[in-house]
């Protein structure tokens, strides 16, 4: 599992390598879908709107043409705390990416959201 830590209300970014099954490079040119969900992980609380949106080179993400780079540039509303009273909060993303007309990965991460505002 690999955690990201932010600090809250910021911009950020992610970046991973998207391969498929057999552990190739996924090209652009392969991906048929790409979509983002963003979840509290206590709460289940969807986060910026991010509920299997489209992501293919879209909505702050994009796929690199031939290297399979994904990047994802968080933005503030992407790493808020929505949990009172709590110093740090655990946020899940889940790519799901279909390729090649009927094959499917699931890429996700954690980002640790460290509260600036402190305790409140």
Same mark, same amino acid.
């Given at each position: 599992?690999?955690?990201?830590?932010?600090?809250?209300?910021?911009? /950020?970014?992610?970046?991973?390598?998207?391969?498929?099954? !057999?552990?190739?490079?996924?090209?652009? /040119?392969?991906?048929?879908?790409?979509?983002?969900?963003?979840?509290?992980?206590?709460?289940? !609380?969807?986060?910026?709107?991010?509920? !299997?949106?489209?992501?293919?080179?879209?909505?702050?993400?994009? &796929?690199?043409?031939?290297?399979?780079?994904?990047?994802?540039?968080?933005?503030?509303?992407?790493?808020? &705390?929505?949990?009172?009273?709590?110093?740090?909060?655990?946020?899940?993303?889940?790519?799901?990416?279909?390729?090649?007309?009927?094959?499917? &990965?699931?890429?996700?991460?954690?980002?640790?959201?460290?509260?600036? /505002?402190?305790?409140?």
């Amino acid at each position: 599992m690999s955690v990201n830590t932010v600090t809250e209300r910021t911009s /950020s970014r992610y970046t991973a390598t998207l391969k498929d099954a !057999a552990g190739n490079v996924l090209p652009l /040119s392969s991906i048929v879908t790409a979509e983002l969900t963003l979840k509290n992980v206590d709460t289940d !609380a969807v986060i910026n709107g991010r509920t !299997a949106q489209n992501v293919k080179n879209a909505n702050n993400v994009t &796929i690199h043409a031939t290297s399979g780079l994904l990047t994802w540039s968080m933005q503030p509303a992407d790493n808020v &705390i929505v949990t009172a009273g709590v110093e740090h909060e655990l946020h899940r993303a889940v790519f799901v990416v279909v390729y090649d007309t009927d094959q499917k &990965i699931v890429h996700e991460t954690y980002i640790l959201v460290d509260n600036i /505002s402190g305790v409140t």
